[in-house]
Each structure stands twice: as structure tokens, then as C-alpha cells.
Antibody, heavy 122, light 110 residues
Framework: QVTLRESGPALVKPTQTLTLTCTFSGFSLSTSGMCVSWIRQPPGKALEWLALIDWDDDKYYSTSLKTRLTISKDTSKNQVVLTMTNMDPVDTATYYCARTSSSTSGNAFDIWGQGTMVTVSS | SYELTQPPSVSVSPGQTARITCSGD??????AYWYQQKPGQAPVLVIYKDSERPSGIPERFSGSSSGTTVTLTISGVQAEDEADYYC?????????????FGGGTKLTVL
């Protein structure tokens, strides 16, 4: 069974750096075709893809946020970490991590974590 | 930047057919994916590669593609299908690929 779980602070102050961890099980990020993404959703708004890391350690970022984002993985711990610098109240959102298995479902996010709500406020 | 356009809302009566569209210039070249999201829950993949259905997704969910528009069809809508639906695709026209979501469509079952 594939599962993903996000963890991190519920509250951050403006200008601080947010660090989120995605801990997953049921698959290996060293397997060809496997990827993990971060996706966020502000309250009442649409989903927004942020970043993706693949089995080969290639990293891709949202064009609009790439200067603030860093994604990394620790294959031995089955974890993917996202850092976002210079947080602002508009970054208040639920942050999800999700798996892509390109060999089976293409560019789909086929399994999602439950999400973690992050509020940016002083 | 690449955009996917969805209608904000669709309403149908139980038992009828709901059709939710998603338009984007790159859709003739890239697959589309559909997600269902109920309040307070994470999205669930219901259609991948335009028309494939993951295991566990009811047969009443289907997808199709024509030119720059893809369509999610829910036949025989049930009350439990009331949710937000998002289309998604990948834009590879730039230097690096970008994964893009539509603005979402709220399906109301009357």
C-alpha cells in the first residue's frame, strides 16, 4: 500500500523559511519512473503545482516560484523535503505531496498525502 | 504561462450525465488528468492519460479528448459525486516541464 504523509510547522512568520517533509512508504524513489511533487491549495482556491523530484534526482520547479523553492530527497529515509523562502501571508495554504509513477499513469499524481495546513502570520 | 480553463460550476440532477470541460493549447500534445476533491479531503485521481480509469474508480467516470478540449463525463450522477473537479496536464513547451492545474469546477447534484 502506497502512502504519503506531510509534516511541518502549522504557523510561520512572514519572511521566514518554510520546511516541509513528505514521508512515504510502499514505493522507492530510486525506482525508474517514480517522482514526488509538492502541490498547494490556498483556502477556497485551486490547486497549484510547486515542485517535482524524480528517481534520477532531476528537479523541476514552478516558473513563478522557482527562486524561492528547493526540493530534495533522502532515498534511504523515504523522504522528500521542500523549502520555501521568504514566506508571505499569500502563501497560506494546504500543502500536499503526491506521487507520480510515469511508467503506469504518465504525469498523473496518482497517490496524495492528506495535506498539511500552513498559515503565514505575524 | 500555460493555462487550463474549466467552467466554475456545473449542476445536474441525480441520474443525469455531467460533462466538465477543460481547454488548453497544449492538450492536443499532452495527456490530461482529472481529480475529484471533496471538502476537507485530498484530491483523488479519477482519470489519467485522457481516458484511462484507475482501479477502484466507478465505470460511470470517463474521459475523452478532442483538439484543445478534454472532457470528464460522469454518467448516472450520484449524490456522492458532488465535489470539485480539477483537470491537470504537463506543459513541455518551455525549457523545463511545468505541471499545470485548471481552476476547478464545482459539480452540484441538485
Amino acid at each position: 500500500q502506497v502512502t504519503l504523509r506531510e509534516s511541518g510547522p502549522a504557523l510561520v512568520k512572514p519572511t521566514q523559511t518554510l520546511t516541509l517533509t513528505c514521508t512515504f512508504s510502499g514505493f522507492s524513489l530510486s525506482t525508474s519512473g517514480m517522482c514526488v511533487s509538492w502541490i498547494r491549495q490556498p483556502p477556497g482556491k485551486a490547486l497549484e503545482w510547486l515542485a517535482l523530484i524524480d528517481w534520477d534526482d532531476d528537479k523541476y520547479y514552478s516558473t513563478s516560484l522557482k527562486t524561492r523553492l528547493t526540493i530534495s530527497k533522502d532515498t534511504s529515509k523515504n523522504q522528500v523535503v521542500l523549502t520555501m523562502t521568504n514566506m508571505d501571508p499569500v502563501d497560506t495554504a494546504t500543502y500536499y505531496c503526491a506521487r507520480t509513477s510515469s511508467s503506469t499513469s504518465g504525469n498523473a499524481f496518482d497517490i496524495w498525502g492528506q495535506g498539511t495546513m500552513v498559515t503565514v502570520s505575524s | 504561462s500555460y493555462e487550463l480553463t474549466q467552467p466554475p460550476s456545473v449542476s445536474v440532477s441525480p441520474g443525469q450525465t455531467a460533462r466538465i470541460t477543460c481547454s488548453g493549447d497544449a492538450l492536443p500534445k499532452q495527456y490530461a488528468y482529472w481529480y475529484q476533491q471533496k471538502p476537507g479531503q485530498a484530491p483523488v485521481l479519477v482519470i489519467y492519460k485522457d481516458s484511462e480509469r484507475p482501479s477502484g474508480i466507478p465505470e460511470r467516470f470517463s474521459g475523452s479528448s478532442s483538439g484543445t478540449t478534454v472532457t470528464l463525463t460522469i454518467s448516472g450522477v450520484q449524490a456522492e459525486d458532488e465535489a470539485d473537479y480539477y483537470c491537470q496536464s504537463a506543459d513541455s513547451s518551455g525549457t523545463y516541464p511545468n505541471w499545470v492545474f485548471g481552476g476547478g469546477t464545482k459539480l452540484t447534484v441538485l
